[in-house]
């Protein structure tokens, strides 16, 4: 049996995962070990819900990245606390691979809740 969820629902969701990241969340991107290798956090509000989806802010560049492979990545609260996370392949990433040093930027991030 497939659970299809109304608007209505899809909206609770994404406001419940708005609140739970609260005000200046984070991304950060992990290596299979779960080492952060960059963090990027994001301004005081940390998103918008639209009719059913999450637009987060302007995520702040990590200008010193410690470097690593991405393994996956998660959206934190400003206490690193997990709230969510998802891999590479779920998103845009110009490369896996990042560089001691570099710096790391998301150009935009959309949650999108289960149908």
């Known amino acids: 049996m497939a659970v299809v969820h109304v608007v209505a629902t899809r909206n609770a969701i ?17 290596t299979a070990g779960d080492a952060v290798i960059a963090t990027l956090t994001l301004p005081a509000t940390s998103g918008a819900v639209g009719a059913t989806d ?4 302007v995520f702040a560049d990590d200008t010193n990245a410690v470097g690593g492979t991405v393994d996956h990545l998660r959206i934190e609260t400003s206490g690193d606390v ?12 110009s490369n896996v691979v990042i560089g001691a040093g570099d710096t790391v930027q998301c150009s935009s991030l959309i949650y999108t809740p289960p149908t």
């Open 54 to 57: 999450l637009t987060f802010g």
């Open 14 to 30: 994404s406001d419940a995962v708005l609140a739970a990241v609260g005000n200046t969340g984070q991304l950060t991107l992990r």
């Open 82 to 93: 997990e709230v969510f996370r998802f891999l590479p392949a779920d998103i845009t990433i």
